[in-house]
C-alpha cells in the first residue's frame, strides 16, 4: 500500500521574531497548506517572556500542530514526543473526515461510544507506524540560541533515531534562519538520515534578527507540490469501500 | 524533569472528592487522591460502590483510547496478570469540556526501588525473575512493554509480587516504541534502535538492575557500552549479575525467558560465579533474517487491516441506519 505524505515543519526558537511577516499568519498560511507546523521553545538559564510564550503557542495554533517550552536538558525527550503527537493529530483529523463522509453531520471519534473508539484508533495507529513523513526542521541561530545548539544537534539526531524505526518512509530537511544573505538557508537538503547532519552544525555562525515569519514562509516552497491529505486513506479505501457497497 | 504543557495538566487536574460520573455508562467515582501523572495524564486513587480503584484521565482522549486497547487485549491472555485489569472506560463531561477516563484495578504497593531499599538487595534477583516472567507472556503475545522503569514497576503483597502499571509505552512488536523514558532507552545509549522487539525490553530490565545500584541513576559521559560497563563495575551488588546485565544491553538475549534462566542460576548460586556466557554471533544473523522476512509480510497485513477496518465502519454505519 501507497499512503500520502505527512509534512511537517518543526520550529525550535527560544524567543520572539523581531523581523518580517507575522510568523502565526505563516504559519496558518502552512496549513492552508496542509503542513503542520510544531513549535519548541528552548530555555537554558534563561527564560522565555510572555510575549515570547504567546508567539510560540500561537505559531503552534494557527499552524495546526504541538508546542512545547522545556529546558534544554529535555529537548531529545520532547522533540521525538511533538512531532509523534502531532502526526496522530493530523491523522486523527483524516480519519474523523472520513467517519464524517461515512456517519454523516458532525461527529468525530470522541463521539463514538468508547468501545467503538478502540477500533478507529487502531487505524489512527497503523496510520502513525506506516505513513511517508516529511520534517523540515526549522532553527533559530540568533546569538541567543549559541550555546543551545549542540544539544539542538543532538535532539535531532535523536529525533531521528526515534522516526526511523517506524516503518514508514522519513525524510529530514534542515535550515537555519537567519542566514547569511537570506533570511533562511539550507543546511541539509532531503535525507532519510539526520546523522548526515554531524559536520554541518557546528558552522553555525549566529545572526543578531530573528524572521520567524520569512523563514516559515521561505521554507514552505521547500516541501513538493502539494498533495491532498484526503489520499492518506481514500486511494485504497475507497476502491474496497464501494466493492463491499455494491 | 520534562516540562509539562500547563494546559495538559490543569485541565484534568481534580480535587479530592470530585464525583465523576460516565456519560455512557452512568458509574459514579469519587476522587481521593493523586496517584501520580505522566505525559499523557494523570492516575487517581478514586472509590466506587466501596471499592477502591485506580482512574486515569487524559484530555488526550487517543491515549486514553490507546492504553485501553492495550488492556484489553492483556486482558485475553489467560493466567497471567500483565497490566491492571480494566475496568470501565468512559467519558467525564464537564463544563470545561469533556475528559476522557478509563478504571482500572488498584495496585497498591511500593515501587520496585522503593521495596528494594526497604528491604534489602537480596530482593533484587527475585523480582527481577519474576518481572522476566511476566515479559516473556507479554512478548509472546506479541507486545512490548517500552516504558519499563522502576517507577512502573509496583510490588505488590504480601507475599511480594512485582506488577506493572502504565501501559502508555506499550507497543505492538515491529513497530516504534512509543513511549520510552531516557534512561532505560537502548536508542538513548546508542545501543540500538527504538523499534518495538523483546531485546528492548531486557535492555531496560539490565539499566532497571543498575538502576537499583544507583538509586539516583547518572547522566551520559562517553554514553555507550564502555560507561555502562565501568557503571557496573564500580558497585559489588552488580557485580553478581554482570554477564547477565551486560548481555541484555547488547541486545545477547532472544527471550525474556533465556535471559531469566541465567538471572534465576545466578541469584540461586550464593558465589554468584560468572556463569552467563557469550552467545554466538549466529544468533543475532539468523534474527536479521526473520525481519527481513517481516517486512514483506507487513504490506500484506496493511492491505488486510484496511479492509477491516472499512468493513467494521461500515457496520458501525449499517448500525446506525437501523436505529
Not at chain 1, 114 to 124: N, T
Not at chain 2, 109 to 118: C, E, K, M, T, V
Request: aromatic residues 8%.
Amino acid at each position: 500500500m501507497k499512503t500520502g505524505t505527512l509534512k511537517q515543519i518543526l520550529l525550535i526558537t527560544d524567543g520572539c521574531s523581531n523581523q518580517g511577516e507575522d510568523p502565526i499568519a505563516m504559519a496558518a498560511l502552512a496549513k492552508e497548506q496542509e503542513i503542520t507546523v510544531n513549535v519548541i521553545g528552548v530555555m537554558e538559564h534563561d527564560v522565555i517572556d510572555e510575549q515570547g510564550m504567546n508567539e510560540i503557542e500561537g505559531i503552534a495554533l494557527s499552524g495546526g500542530g504541538v508546542s512545547q517550552v522545556v529546558y534544554a536538558q529535555a529537548l531529545s525527550q520532547t522533540v521525538q514526543m511533538v512531532t509523534r503527537k502531532a502526526m496522530t493529530q493530523t491523522l486523527q483529523g483524516v480519519v474523523n473526515k472520513e467517519l464524517q463522509q461515512i456517519l454523516g453531520g458532525s461527529k468525530t471519534m470522541e463521539d463514538l461510544p468508547p468501545e467503538q473508539r478502540g477500533e478507529v484508533m487502531e487505524v489512527v495507529d497503523e496510520l502513525g507506524e506506516t505513513v511517508e513523513l516529511e520534517v523540515l526542521v526549522l532553527v533559530d541561530t540568533s546569538a541567543s540560541m549559541k550555546h543551545k545548539l549542540p544539544t539542538v544537534k543532538e535532539a535531532l539526531l535523536d529525533l531521528s533515531l526515534s522516526l526511523n524505526a517506524r516503518s514508514g518512509d522519513n525524510r529530514f530537511s534542515v535550515f537555519v534562519f537567519p542566514g547569511k544573505k537570506k533570511d533562511v538557508e539550507k543546511l541539509l537538503d532531503w535525507t532519510p538520515k539526520l546523522e548526515s547532519l554531524t559536520s554541518i552544525f557546528s558552522k553555525l555562525t549566529t545572526g543578531g534578527i530573528t524572521p520567524t515569519g520569512p523563514a516559515i514562509r521561505e521554507a514552505l516552497t521547500y516541501f513538493k507540490k502539494k498533495r491532498s491529505l484526503r489520499s492518506l486513506l481514500s486511494r485504497d479505501d475507497d476502491e474496497s469501500f464501494f466493492e463491499e457497497s455494491v | 524533569m520534562m516540562m509539562m504543557n500547563h494546559s495538559l495538566k490543569s485541565q484534568c487536574r481534580v480535587n479530592p472528592g470530585t464525583v465523576i460520573e460516565g456519560k455512557w455508562h452512568r458509574n459514579c467515582y469519587t476522587i481521593m487522591k493523586e496517584l501520580g501523572y505522566g505525559a499523557n495524564g494523570i492516575v487517581y486513587l478514586a472509590k466506587s460502590q466501596n471499592q477502591q480503584v485506580a482512574l486515569k484521565m487524559s484530555d488526550n482522549g487517543m491515549s486514553i483510547t490507546s492504553e485501553v486497547n492495550v488492556l484489553k487485549s492483556f486482558a485475553k491472555v489467560q493466567g497471567s496478570a500483565l497490566g491492571p485489569s480494566l475496568l470501565d472506560v468512559d467519558d467525564w463531561e464537564r463544563r470545561k469540556g469533556r475528559i476522557s477516563f478509563y478504571v482500572m484495578e488498584y495496585i497498591q504497593g511500593p515501587d520496585l526501588l522503593s521495596f528494594i531499599a526497604q528491604k534489602g538487595p537480596s530482593w533484587t534477583g527475585v523480582l527481577i525473575v519474576q518481572l522476566l516472567n511476566d515479559l516473556e507472556s507479554l512478548h509472546k503475545n506479541g507486545w512490548v512493554f517500552g516504558d519499563l522503569k522502576p517507577d512502573n514497576l509496583i510490588v505488590t503483597g504480601p507475599p511480594p509480587k512485582i506488577r506493572t502499571i502504565d501501559v502508555g509505552g506499550t507497543t505492538i512488536q515491529g513497530r516504534a516504541i512509543k513511549e520510552f523514558t531516557e534512561f532505560y532507552d537502548r536508542g538513548y545509549w546508542g545501543l540500538g534502535t527504538r523499534k518495538a522487539d523483546p531485546g528492548y525490553d531486557l535492555f531496560a530490565v539490565a539499566m532497571i538492575l543498575i538502576n537499583t545500584a544507583y538509586p539516583k541513576r547518572f547522566s551520559k559521559s562517553t554514553g555507550d557500552l564502555k560507561q555502562l560497563k565501568l557503571m557496573v563495575r564500580q558497585k559489588k551488588e552488580l557485580l553478581k549479575y554482570e554477564g547477565v546485565i551486560l548481555n541484555a544491553l547488547q541486545g545477547h538475549y532472544a527471550s525474556a525467558d533465556e535471559m531469566r534462566n541465567e538471572m534465576l542460576q545466578l541469584t540461586r548460586s550464593r558465589t554468584g560465579q560468572k556463569c552467563a556466557s557469550n552467545h554466538k554471533i549466529g544468533q543475532t544473523a539468523s534474527r536479521q533474517q526473520a525481519y527481513v522476512q517481516k517486512r514483506k509480510k507487513s504490506s500484506f497485513i496493511e492491505t488486510v487491516l484496511i479492509i477491516l477496518v472499512v468493513t467494521i465502519l461500515y457496520f458501525i454505519y449499517i448500525y446506525g441506519q437501523l436505529i
